[in-house]
C-alpha cells in the first residue's frame, strides 16, 4: 500500500515540506482545481504539480477532483464536444506519469455537508451531515443556504440544472455513466491509465437528484459496464460507511480481491441511526467503523494501491481548509500505518512454525 496525502496545490495553507515530514510517506495526489469544467488540462500544469512534489522527494501517480461536465451526467447533446477535450486530457495525464484518475458521477454537487465547523466534545471541530436538514430544504430557488456544498453554482445556473435533473431517472444516469465510461475507458487502457469512481457522498438522495452509486450492488454495476483493470474504484470508507447498511470489508473482499479497487480513501465516521454523521478520528474506537478489520481486508486483498487518510479533524488550534488540516490527517496516518504493520507482523508471526517446520 502507499500512503499519499492530498495537496491542493501551492494555494494550499499547508506546504510540501510541512507534509514531506510525515514519515514513510510515498508521495501526494492533486488536481488543476481551477480548471474550468470540461477544459483539457495542460499538460505543463500537470507536470508542474508533479515537479514541486518530486522537488520534496514525494511522488504523484493519482489525481483527484477529475469532474465530469453536467451536460455528459445529463446525457445532452454537448457531450459530444466535451468527449474529445477529456481524452486528450487522460492523455496528457499519461504523458506526464499519472496512473490513476479519481472522478465521481454526482449530479450537480460533489459532496454534501451541513456542517463545516461541528464542534465535537475535545474541542476539535469537523464535518458533519445532518439529514432532516437536508431533507427539508426548499432548493427550487437556486439557493442552497448550506456551508458544505463540493461544488458552486449562481442561483440562476443552479435552479436551471436541477430543474434538469428532474426528468432525467436513475436508468438515464446509468445510460449515461455507461456512454461516458464507453469512451473513456478503452482510451484509458491503450494509455496504461486506471480511472477509480467514487461512491456517491453521501450514499444518499439528496435534494431530489438521481444518485446511483450508492451501495455494494452499484459498485457491481459499475464493474460489469466494462471489464476492465483501467474501469476501477475509488473505495472511499468514510463515504460509503456513512449508510450503516454497508458493510465496508465486504466492499474490499469482494473488489480490492478482484484488483478493482485502485485508490482508497480511509476515514472513520460518528454515524446515527437516522442519517446523520460526524467524520472523527480515525481510530476505530472514535467512530463507527471498524478500521482495523477494513486494514486487515486490505492487507488480505493484497492490496498494494494508493491510498490516503482523506479528511480530518481540525485540531490544535489550526485553521484551513475544512477536513483538510496537516494535524489529524498526519495522526490518521500514523495510526493506519501502525495498523497495517501490524497485521504484516502478526501475519508473518504466525507463518513461522509452518516454515520452521517445512524445514
Known sequence: MKMI?????P???????????????????????????GETWPMARIQNLRSA??????????????RVHEEIKLGKPGREALIPQYIETLKNLAASGIKIVCYNFMPVFDWTRTHMEYQLPDGSNTLAFEAALVDKLDVSNGVIPLPGIGTKYPPEKLQALLEEYKGVS????????????GKLVPVAEQLGLKLALHADDPPRSVFGLPRIIK????????????????????????????????????????????????????RNVK?????????????????????????????????????????????WGETGVPGYGLYDRALGIM???????????????????SLNAVA
Open 11 to 37: 494555494k494550499d495553507p499547508i506546504s510540501l515540506q510541512y507534509i514531506k515530514q510525515i514519515p514513510v510517506l510515498y508521495g501526494i495526489v492533486s488536481s488543476l482545481y481551477d480548471m474550468p469544467l
Open 170 to 181: 436513475t436508468e438515464q444516469m446509468w445510460s449515461n455513466l455507461e456512454y461516458f465510461l
Open 271 to 315: 454515524v446515527a441511526e437516522n442519517g446523520d454523521f460526524y467524520e472523527c478520528a480515525h481510530p476505530t474506537e472514535c467512530g463507527s467503523l471498524d478500521m482495523a478489520e477494513i486494514m486487515r481486508a486490505l492487507h488480505d486483498a493484497h492490496f498494494s494501491g494508493y491510498a490516503r487518510p482523506d479528511h480530518g479533524r481540525m485540531i
Open 215 to 266: 451501495n455494494i450492488e452499484d459498485h457491481r454495476r459499475v464493474l460489469d459496464i466494462i471489464n476492465s483493470p483501467a474501469n476501477g474504484l475509488t473505495l472511499c470508507s468514510g463515504t460509503i460507511g456513512s449508510d450503516l447498511n454497508n458493510d465496508v470489508p465486504a466492499f474490499i473482499n469482494e473488489f480490492a480481491a478482484r484488483q478493482r479497487v485502485h485508490y482508497v480513501h480511509l
Open 53 to 66: 512534489a518530486a522537488a520534496h522527494d514525494l511522488k504523484m501517480d493519482v489525481v483527484d477532483s477529475f
Open 335 to 353: 495510526y493506519l500505518q501502525g495498523l497495517w504493520e501490524g497485521i504484516a507482523k502478526q501475519k508473518n508471526k504466525a507463518l513461522l512454525p
Open 5 to 9: 496525502f492530498r495537496w491542493h496545490g
